[in-house]
């Protein structure tokens, strides 16, 4: 699946409405046209971006094609987004942030003038509670 593709296809109103209609039962184009006010032709261009997302099949009933959502590729986006939101933050050190030995030492000679924004960015909102780290960051909590 193109995750942006994708994206980009739920990011609009009109088709997070279209594909809201289409979880609870199958519509065709001018069902959906009459359901959210607006032309068959716009229905078909929302329902175009969305096709090709590959979040709808259809299935033609007569004279007229029936759209049905493919649940599998939503339960995939959900998988990932839920796999981004459990992504555990890890403590910045000289090591792995790439900094030269120069430029740490720089850091540690102006520590004292560091705001709580720029603590909070840089040890994350925990910084002054003793979390795992505070060791190394000791200069923060003078």
Request: aromatic share 6%.
């Amino acid at each position: 699946m193109s995750r942006m593709l994708l994206l980009k296809a739920i990011a609009d109103e009109t088709r997070m409405k279209i594909l809201s209609l289409l979880l609870r039962r199958n519509y065709c184009v001018r069902a959906l046209a009459r359901k959210l006010e607006l032309s068959e032709g716009a229905v078909s261009q929302h329902l175009k971006v969305l096709r090709e997302a590959r979040l709808l099949s259809g299935e033609k009933k007569g004279y007229f094609m029936h759209y049905d959502v493919n649940r599998d590729v939503l339960h995939e986006l959900a998988a990932e987004i839920e796999s981004l939101a459990s992504i555990e933050r890890e403590l910045c050190t000289p090591d792995e942030g790439g900094c030269h030995s120069s430029e740490y030492e720089h850091c540690h000679v102006q520590k004292q003038n560091c705001s709580t924004e720029v603590k909070e960015f840089c040890h994350g909102a925990n910084f002054s509670k003793g979390e795992k780290g505070y060791e190394y960051h000791r200069h923060c909590h003078r």
